[in-house]
């Protein structure tokens, strides 16, 4: 840790950006660490062995965002293929378009509505929810889509991610499904969307490449804690509770089981991630890696995929969700009083600020703490390059 004049405790988006621009403008020496064998974090992609493919390890990951500075920041590390994320959910042996939107309704319905028709239809459906506070989630969804279609393609998907009864579920966890009347069925709105060209592992070598940011994977930071000199700036961008050996309690996390499998065809499902809404399927979604890279020409006589599974996270899974609970997040106050009395260890990303970020969330966070703290705490000590 010698000649180190940042350490920074994870090699995922926000570690990797505040590294790359403690180097790159600052002229900083650098130290990121990462507990596991590879950089990334949980947006991670690797070659699978067997077909080709590239794979997410950590689920899938689809990059979008509205985020011009993210967007100009990132281009700097990769180029991104045009690829449109469209979804689509199986429900008794139908396929309809996800987000809800007119030409869902059309198909569950069976018939062609206008816009003015299909507003009408759903009011109709969400009658029950007329002048009453929505007090769990299937009320809230109800009131948003209707019984039938809340039913059919939210109830069953929902109960198995959350393996809770809709009614016992806060409202706010759908607070934004979105409805449109109309036959767009992007998934994403943002203005800048695509996967990276080479993947997302790529665009972390080229992050760390700086020659004054060295990457240490495979180290643990509790197995070197005792030796960070005290007035040394760290960036952690691991769980909280763990920094502080889970003095106030453990964060509720819900995590994704993954189960690969490699299948004798071109292609398995003929697109990217097919959701199972149904509450008799017992995975919630499955995954077919190719359909992310359809610019790729990929072999065709296999194809990967992978069957996801949610459950709650016990402290040896990987946490990727938080729950949230109102326990939770007295439980978050807690520790950040903790961190606040920390003033030389910056607590970010997903796992240190107890947040679900998007990977343009998490960039954006990263560049932001550069400018507001690294910045200024390094500016008039002179450049140690
Ligand atoms: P991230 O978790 O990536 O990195 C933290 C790193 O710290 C890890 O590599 C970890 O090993 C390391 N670490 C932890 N403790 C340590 C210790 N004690 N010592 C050393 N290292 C330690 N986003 C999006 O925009 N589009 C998408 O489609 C998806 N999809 C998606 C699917 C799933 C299943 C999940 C869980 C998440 C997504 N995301 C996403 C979100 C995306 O993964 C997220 O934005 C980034 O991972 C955030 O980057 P961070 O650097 O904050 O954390």
């Not at 987000?99 to 299909?118: K, M, Y």
């Not at 950040?336 to 998007?358: I, K």
Request: proline share 5%; charged share 25%; net charge negative.
């Amino acid at each position: 840790l010698a000649n180190v004049d940042l350490l920074i405790v994870g090699a995922g988006f926000y570690g990797a950006t505040i590294a790359e621009r403690a180097a790159a403008r600052l002229g900083r020496r650098v130290l990121v660490i990462d507990r596991r064998n590879h950089i990334g974090g949980n947006a991670y992609t690797e070659t699978d062995a067997e077909t080709g493919i590239e794979t997410h390890r950590y689920g899938a990951h689809l990059f979008h965002t509205s985020n011009e500075a993210v967007w100009r920041y990132l281009r700097g590390f990769t180029g991104f293929s045009a690829y449109r994320h469209r979804g689509v959910t199986l429900h008794a042996g139908k396929v309809y378009s996800l987000p809800i939107n007119l030409g869902t309704i059309c198909q569950f319905f069976g018939r062609h509505f206008s816009p003015d028709e299909a507003r009408a239809l759903i009011a109709e459906h969400a009658t029950e929810m007329v002048g009453r506070q929505p007090e769990n989630l299937e009320e809230k969804a109800i009131a948003m889509i209707g019984r039938p279609l809340y039913e059919a393609l939210v109830r069953g998907y929902t109960a198995k991610q959350w393996q809770t009864d809709p009614r016992e579920l806060p409202p706010g966890i759908i607070a934004r499904l979105p409805v449109r009347y109309t036959f767009d069925d992007a998934y994403f709105t943002d203005r800048f969307q695509g996967q990276p060209l080479d993947g997302y592992t790529a665009i972390f070598e080229r992050m760390l490449a700086h020659p004054l940011i060295e990457t240490r994977l495979g180290v643990d930071f509790f197995d070197l804690r005792d030796e960070v000199p005290r007035d040394m700036p760290v960036v952690f961008t691991g769980p909280i509770d763990r920094y502080f050996d889970y003095a106030e309690g453990a964060l509720g996390w819900r995590t994704v089981d993954f189960e690969n499998q490699v299948v004798s065809t071109g292609d398995f499902q003929g697109v990217s991630i097919m959701n199972y809404a149904d509450e008799d399927v017992p995975f919630t979604r499955i995954l077919e890696f190719r359909h992310f890279n359809p610019e790729r020409a990929y072999q065709t006589e296999k194809t990967l995929i992978a069957r996801e599974y949610s459950r709650f996270a016990g402290r040896a899974d990987e946490p990727y969700y938080p729950i949230g609970t109102a326990a939770d997040k007295a439980m978050l106050a807690r520790y950040r009083a903790r961190a606040a009395a920390e003033p030389n260890v910056h607590f970010g990303g997903r796992l240190g600020t107890y947040r679900y970020l998007d990977m343009h969330q998490a960039v954006a966070a990263a560049l932001k703490a550069f400018e507001t703290v690294f910045e200024p705490m390094f500016a008039g000590e002179g450049s140690a390059a």
